[in-house]
């Protein structure tokens, strides 16, 4: 019996097609005015907690421009009104929300005075809000996270050809706040800082050019952000970095972000399985040969989704069901004929929540747009392949007992081939060094004894994945 089930889903992984449609809704406006904005994608704009689900943005054409909010409690299907945060005092603009239970975190930056960043809070579920509150004078908008009763906030000074990141936490949900703590530590601009937060570590990630290339820089605490670790240079572009996202659930911290050494951006993965402390290969998602940029991300459970738009066409979204070791097709969010900009993503049990600024009443307004089910595609997810020229590769047998055989037919020659092996919850259990292949067919016997169940491949050359494949073990 015990055969029989595992040569079953083997099957299954080959046999079921990719682009299956999916469960999604029809999109719904919520904004009343005529000029909306959300954040670059280092901020979020849209959080839940349940079926509570909360978004914010700016609007440019109201007074010098203010924040506006709006609440559903039933998953999405209906909204409650329009809430305007901030008085026609302050220029507000570029907003970020966190939430933990009932209570609603927004950071904010206001550019009159020299540019200050706030904070205000709801603490009944965004009902009623408590006054503004200044963070400092930040001028750079500011990005903000929680976990339980702790609130994160990532700020960003403008010091002229030397701007720097810091933080700032309240252990107390945001009633008082500790003093600022400098990130960043670097000549030249350090800037947009993305935080995010989950058992008891703190990270941040940021674009800095310290290398004379812009580059996404890190760091984590360890205490909830009581101090920090050393700051880490976490990618290595020939060209340019730029508009990185984080987020953290449990030990995984992920990380996606623009590359633009391919002439235009695309967008990369990168992954920390053990809460920073040592990460992955970058994957490259995108190649579309034009500028896809502002990339968010969600990981809920085992199902990561990616969402980022290509300018002047599409904004898509794609899946992982496997903690981010292989990747579903992407699929379109929302059309070019629309003119979408600024995707972001939230997910709460099966519920996937997306919101993006469209152009489609010919202004820019916010929609949103659910999935109930979760279900984006199903498809073969047994081999993800990223590079422009992949080799052919297949494990025997599948499956196996304790030793197996990986049979890779590449075009080119690799250097540096290295290949990695997860558990079924995407654990790096084995690391196989191979080093140089010639092109053509190449035969590489494995051990299996450390893994137990399904196990995942991802094969890499110089950094690069060129290759993914589930393999069933049987004991």
Same mark, same amino acid.
């Given at each position: 019996?015990?055969?029989?089930?595992?040569?079953? @889903?083997?099957?299954?992984?080959?046999?079921?097609?990719?682009?299956?449609?999916?469960?999604?809704?029809?999109?719904?406006?919520?904004?009343?005015?005529?000029?909306?904005?959300?954040?670059?994608?280092?901020?979020?704009?849209?959080?839940?907690?349940?079926?509570?689900?909360?978004? #914010?943005?700016?609007?440019?054409?109201?007074?010098?421009?203010?924040?506006?909010?709006?609440?559903?409690?039933?998953?999405?299907?209906?909204?409650?009104?329009? $809430?305007?945060?901030? %008085? *026609?005092? +302050? *220029?507000?603009? @570029?907003?970020?929300?966190?939430?933990? =239970?009932?209570?609603?975190?927004?950071?904010?930056?206001?550019?009159?005075?020299?540019?200050?960043?706030?904070?205000?809070?709801?603490?009944?579920?965004?009902?009623?809000?408590?006054?503004?509150?200044?963070?400092?004078?930040?001028?750079?908008?500011?990005?903000?996270?929680?976990?339980?009763?702790? $609130?994160?906030?990532?700020?960003?000074?403008?010091?002229?050809?030397?701007?720097?990141?810091?933080?700032?936490?309240?252990?107390?949900?945001?009633?008082?706040?500790?003093?600022?703590? +400098? #990130?960043?530590?670097?000549?030249?601009?350090?800037?947009?800082?993305? #935080?995010?937060?989950?058992?008891?570590?703190?990270?941040?990630?940021?674009?800095?050019? +310290?290398?004379?290339?812009?580059?996404?820089?890190?760091?984590?605490?360890?205490?909830? =952000?009581?101090?920090?670790?050393?700051?880490?240079?976490?990618?290595?572009?020939? $060209? @340019?970095?730029?508009?990185?996202?984080?987020?953290?659930?449990?030990?995984?911290?992920?990380?996606?972000?623009?590359?633009?050494?391919?002439?235009?951006?695309?967008?990369?993965?990168?992954?920390?399985?053990?809460?920073?402390?040592?990460?992955?290969?970058?994957?490259?998602?995108?190649?579309?040969?034009?500028?896809?940029?502002?990339?968010?991300?969600?990981?809920?459970?085992?199902? #990561?989704?990616?969402?980022?738009?290509?300018?002047?066409?599409?904004?898509?979204?794609?899946?992982? =069901?496997?903690? =981010?070791?292989?990747?579903?097709?992407?699929?379109?969010?929302?059309?070019?004929?629309?003119? %979408?900009?600024? %995707?972001?993503?939230?997910?709460?049990?099966?519920?996937?929540?997306?919101?993006?600024?469209?152009?489609?009443?010919?202004?820019?307004?916010?929609?949103?747009?659910?999935?109930?089910?979760?279900?984006?595609?199903?498809?073969?997810?047994?081999?993800?392949?990223?590079?422009?020229?992949?080799?052919?590769?297949?494990?025997?047998?599948?499956?196996?007992?304790?030793?197996?055989?990986?049979?890779?037919?590449? %075009?080119?020659?690799?250097?540096d081939v290295t290949l990695n092996f997860y558990d079924g919850a995407a654990r790096l259990v084995a690391t196989k060094n191979v080093g140089h292949?010639?092109?053509?067919?190449?035969?590489?016997?494995?051990?299996?004894?450390?893994?137990?169940?399904?196990?995942?491949?991802?094969?890499?050359?110089?950094?690069?994945?060129?290759?993914?494949?589930?393999?069933?073990?049987?004991?």
């Amino acid at each position: 019996m015990k055969l029989r089930a595992s040569f079953v @889903f083997m099957s299954l992984l080959i046999a079921i097609p990719y682009g299956v449609s999916a469960q999604w809704e029809s999109p719904q406006k919520l904004s009343t005015d005529t000029s909306a904005n959300l954040n670059e994608n280092m901020g979020q704009c849209i959080a839940v907690s349940g079926d509570n689900v909360h978004v #914010i943005w700016e609007d440019n054409n109201v007074d010098r421009g203010a924040i506006f909010y709006r609440h559903s409690v039933n998953a999405g299907a209906t909204w409650g009104p329009v $809430v305007r945060l901030t %008085p *026609a005092s +302050r *220029a507000a603009e @570029f907003p970020s929300i966190a939430v933990s =239970g009932s209570t609603v975190h927004v950071a904010f930056r206001d550019t009159m005075g020299g540019g200050t960043s706030y904070y205000m809070r709801s603490l009944d579920g965004g009902t009623t809000w408590d006054p503004v509150l200044s963070l400092g004078n930040y001028y750079w908008w500011p990005s903000i996270t929680c976990s339980g009763e702790k $609130v994160f906030v990532a700020l960003n000074s403008n010091e002229p050809g030397n701007s720097e990141v810091w933080f700032r936490r309240s252990m107390d949900n945001g009633t008082t706040w500790d003093s600022v703590i +400098r #990130i960043s530590n670097a000549s030249g601009r350090s800037e947009d800082p993305t #935080i995010a937060a989950a058992g008891g570590c703190v990270h941040m990630a940021w674009n800095d050019n +310290r290398t004379g290339i812009m580059q996404t820089w890190y760091r984590r605490s360890s205490d909830n =952000g009581a101090t920090w670790g050393p700051e880490t240079q976490l990618t290595n572009s020939t $060209v @340019f970095c730029y508009f990185p996202i984080l987020h953290a659930m449990d030990s995984f911290v992920d990380l996606a972000y623009g590359d633009r050494q391919s002439g235009f951006f695309e967008i990369y993965f990168k992954q920390s399985m053990n809460f920073g402390a040592s990460w992955q290969p970058s994957l490259q998602m995108t190649h579309a040969g034009g500028t896809e940029a502002y990339p968010n991300i969600a990981h809920n459970g085992k199902n #990561i989704y990616l969402v980022w738009w290509l300018f002047n066409e599409d904004a898509y979204i794609q899946h992982s =069901g496997d903690n =981010g070791v292989t990747w579903d097709s992407a699929i379109t969010l929302v059309s070019a004929d629309n003119k %979408p900009s600024e %995707p972001f993503i939230a997910v709460s049990g099966a519920t996937i929540h997306t919101i993006w600024i469209d152009q489609r009443d010919g202004y820019h307004a916010l929609y949103y747009m659910r999935n109930p089910t979760g279900n984006l595609s199903i498809g073969n997810a047994g081999v993800s392949q990223s590079n422009s020229n992949p080799a052919s590769i297949e494990i025997a047998p599948n499956p196996a007992s304790s030793n197996a055989i990986v049979r890779m037919d590449s %075009p080119t020659p690799l250097e540096d081939v290295t290949l990695n092996f997860y558990d079924g919850a995407a654990r790096l259990v084995a690391t196989k060094n191979v080093g140089h292949l010639d092109r053509g067919v190449a035969t590489m016997p494995i051990s299996l004894e450390h893994i137990q169940g399904t196990a995942f491949v991802r094969i890499f050359s110089g950094g690069e994945l060129i290759g993914t494949a589930h393999l069933a073990i049987l004991r």
